[in-house]
């Protein structure tokens, strides 16, 4: 797509190639470490092959690579200037895979909000970031509700999944831990995600419709997290 258009690309290969030395290096030293935003099939490939060998690595995705895909650019739509950048939709469909069976651990927003002045010059001279933290548990039910990702492993990869790789006790609801309640039922879909942040332009997935709808952020039992799942029978409070 970079050639396509013109503009200066990072490959795939560059991104693997970097894996692929940090892994000898973690298999050479037993270091712990965390890999973020991983977006090509061939990283997968190499960190498939790293937990097989039983290498003390976890990986996440942004929830933007979940979504969207190369073609996302075309008319040199600068809202889409991410880093890394967006690769093909074979890439973008091997992510899924690979957070459906616990290859890549968690789901991030990859949040970087960016004023809109700085994304209206010519694609080359913008500033790569796209808001992604105010909608991120709805687009991740958006792959729920299409059938992408588990109900339970979706929520994992956003909750108790990050907690794991930071190593934290958090995400999860047990004994001595403050309480960060999420109740989920049935509801239907709350509208185009443009009345929440993307008001300023700053997500290009203002058009996708929300499965949810956050009421009130609760800590320490302070409050609950209404979710609403469209097309879903009732659920237990998880």
């Known amino acids: ?3 396509r258009l013109g503009l200066p690309g990072i490959p795939a290969v560059a991104e693997s190639v970097d894996l692929s030395r940090d ?21 997968l490939r190499l960190l498939r092959a790293a937990k097989r060998r039983g290498l003390p690595v976890t990986a996440d995705v942004s929830i933007q690579h979940l979504l969207l895909d190369e073609s996302a650019l075309e008319g040199f739509n600068s809202h889409c200037h991410v880093i890394p950048p967006l690769r093909s939709a ?7 895979e690979a957070v459906a069976d616990g290859t890549i651990d968690a789901i991030c927003s990859q949040h970087t909000p960016i004023g809109s002045s700085s994304k209206a010059a010519p694609f080359p001279a913008t500033k790569p970031g796209m808001a992604g ?10 792959l729920v509700d299409e059938g992408k990702l588990d109900l ?9 999944a990050p907690a794991r790789c930071l ?8 004994t001595g831990r403050p309480r960060q ?3 989920a039922g049935p509801g239907g879909r709350q509208g185009p995600l443009r009345r929440l942040a993307v008001r300023r332009q700053q997500l290009p997935l203002a058009q996708c419709p929300a499965q949810g709808q956050r009421e009130t952020d609760g ?13 879903r029978p009732a659920t237990k409070p998880l």
Do not use: K, N
Not at 23 to 39: D, K, M, N, P
Not at 133 to 142: A, F, H, I, N, P
Not at 219 to 230: D, F, I, N, P, R
């Open 90 to 96: 074979a890439d973008r469909e091997a992510l899924l």
């Open 219 to 231: 800590v320490s039992g302070q409050g609950e997290l209404a979710v609403g799942l469209s097309q």
């Open 152 to 160: 339970l492993r979706a929520l994992d990869a956003v909750t108790a």
């Open 23 to 43: 892994l000898l290096l973690v298999e050479a030293t037993g270091v712990r470490a965390h890999f973020q935003q991983i977006s090509s099939r061939d990283s």
């Open 181 to 183: 309640p999420l109740c």
């Open 167 to 174: 190593g934290i006790q958090a995400g999860q609801l047990e």
């Open 133 to 142: 933290l105010d909608v991120l548990l709805s687009l991740v039910l958006q």
């Open 1 to 3: 797509m970079a050639t």
